[in-house]
Every structure is written in structure tokens, then in C-alpha cells.
């Protein structure tokens, strides 16, 4: 098997390495985040879960991954 081509991308502010066309919903579970509660920017738009499933990552990319914390 040929190894993939990775490309850089931003998480949080900070550079990350992944391969071309990587989907999201696999980079949320190579980091180990609990999908139910997390809020997603990608690219400067706040995605739906739906819209999350169909994202290919690719060069450039920019995520912001939030959980939302309730308090008073």
C-alpha cells in the first residue's frame, strides 16, 4: 500500500498533519473527542452534525473544536 499524502491543517490554532481527504468524522475520533458535545467550525462556519459526515479535510483547513460548558 502507497502512503497517503498529509497535508497541514489548523486545529485550535495549532498546525496539525493529516492525510488528503481525511474525513472529519475521523479526525474527531483520532483525537478522542465525544462527538455528542462538541461544536465544530470548519473553515468559519459552524457545521451540523449531518454536515460534519460529508467534510474531506484538505490544505488550509481551519477547525475550531468547542464543548459547549454549562454553568451559572
Keep these: 500500500m502507497e502512503p ?3 497535508v ?3 486545529v485550535n490554532g495549532k498546525p ?3 492525510s488528503v481527504g481525511l474525513p472529519l468524522e475521523s479526525l474527531l475520533s483520532d483525537l478522542g473527542l465525544d462527538r455528542r458535545f462538541l461544536v ?3 473553515n468559519g462556519q459552524a ?3 449531518h ?3 460529508t467534510v ?3 490544505k488550509g483547513d481551519r477547525l475550531e473544536l468547542v464543548r459547549p ?3 451559572g
Design 47 to 49: 457545521l451540523t452534525a
Design 4 to 6: 497517503r499524502e498529509s
Design 51 to 53: 454536515e460534519r459526515g
Design 8 to 10: 497541514a491543517i489548523v
Design 40 to 42: 465544530v467550525e470548519y
Design 69 to 71: 460548558v454549562a454553568g
Design 16 to 18: 496539525h498533519e493529516v
Design 56 to 58: 474531506r479535510l484538505a
